[in-house]
């Protein structure tokens, strides 16, 4: 099994519709991540949580929310989906700063 | 606040030659991480190698090396010996020392041809 899973895989979804990507991990690491990749821009930061009573907002946080629901689990939510958030989405864990480990993302289509 | 930029969108490069990405980035931070990760067709962030600011000699993974420029906020990637494999988009990342919060380029799409 991955270390890092995120589920699900691949989604469609249509305007205005709420929706949750969740990432789960065994590597027993406090920090999470997700992380945005859109063509020609590279990933960026949204959210990140450093234990399950820290939340941080990243670089892009407008539009998304996040759960922290114990140490291995940390979901995003887009409340109301919006075309412009059709995106790769990655989760990633850490228990230092010279590493992380990535889910292999979630491909999320909004219509 | 970090920022990383890559200007080549694209390279190619034949089979068993050897190819040069390129990276500056720009921080804030006394100390930071500097990280090559690979993501092939699959999609998997894979990391190719990391580099502590801290440390002058440039890291090496295999075939794949680091040309750091601390004074010139520069940090390349080398690979040789180039393989099929190896096609694959490549992204420079930065962290700060304090945490894996990476600021991604916007990625070099590398094709290995025959």
């Known amino acids: 099994d991955a270390d890092v899973t995120q589920t699900p895989r691949n989604r469609i979804t249509k305007t205005g519709k709420r929706i949750m990507l969740e990432c789960s991990q065994t590597?027993?690491?406090?920090?999470m991540y997700w992380y945005r990749q859109d063509p020609g821009l590279g990933l960026r930061l949204i959210y990140y949580s450093f234990d399950v009573k820290d939340i941080n907002k990243g670089e892009i946080s407008d539009g998304y929310s996040v759960s922290r629901q114990a140490q291995a689990k940390f979901s995003l939510s887009l409340e109301s989906a919006i075309p412009n958030q059709t995106a790769l989405y990655f989760c990633a864990t850490s228990d230092r700063e010279d590493e992380a480990f990535f889910g292999q993302g979630t491909r999320l289509t909004v219509v | 606040a970090q920022t990383v930029t890559q200007s080549q969108p694209e390279m190619s490069v034949q089979e068993a030659e050897t190819v040069t990405l390129s990276c500056t980035y720009d921080t804030s931070e006394s100390n930071y991480y500097l990280f090559w990760y690979k993501q092939p067709p699959s999609r998997q962030m894979i990391l190719v190698i990391r580099?502590?600011?801290?440390?002058?000699q440039n890291a090496t993974e295999n075939r794949f090396s680091v040309n750091f420029q601390k004074a010139a906020k520069s940090f390349s990637l080398k690979i040789s010996d180039s393989q099929l494999g190896d096609t694959a988009m490549y992204f420079c990342?930065?962290?700060?020392?304090?945490?894996?919060?990476?600021?991604f380029g916007t990625g070099t799409r590398l094709q290995v041809t025959l």
């Open positions: 590597k027993g690491h406090d920090r």
């Open positions: 580099q502590e600011a801290y440390k002058q």
């Open positions: 990342a930065c962290s700060p020392g304090t945490a894996s919060k990476l600021t």
